[in-house]
């Protein structure tokens, strides 16, 4: 299915498409055009509209285009997907910047990522990465107490507040 947004995606724009690939629809391709073109294009190009006005799925009660794709394809129950959508929601709705602490530099990465990369595709592409390092970090219901889904320990404490030579415990001790 295509699906279709607009032009010089930063967050929403970034967090959909991974979404979309890795839960709702493997096989999507998407568009990206000037917003006052999404709505017709859509319609000429049978594609599903998101994250514009007037959209299919877009900002709803408060909530971003990431939340409201996860409310209306009934992915709530992934614990790791909700942390995410809190870091997606606080980065992409500026009067809540501040309700996750992951909100702020998730921005930073999607207004930097504008700035190195011309090509919208390109600049999703390497998006996806953040997106699944961010997901990943979130444990799975089986995980040992601290430790990522993929088996890394982490810290309780926040890593600006960490000790100079602190580590995952898997590192060799800097101190010696």
Known sequence: MKW????????????????????IDPAAEFLYV?????????????AISFDAPGAHYTHRDGKCTFEVLIDDYSLAGDLALMRLARIVHAADIAADLGTDPAGPGLLAIGVGGLDVEDDDHRLLEKGRFVYDALYALVPAPTARPGMSRTGYLRSTMPLAAQPRGANCGRCPDPSG
Do not use: S, Y
């Open 4 to 23: 279709i947004t607009r032009a010089r995606p930063k967050t929403d724009r970034i967090a959909c498409p991974w979404l979309i690939t890795k839960f």
């Open 34 to 46: 000037p917003a006052e073109q999404v709505l017709d294009l859509a319609g000429r190009e049978d």
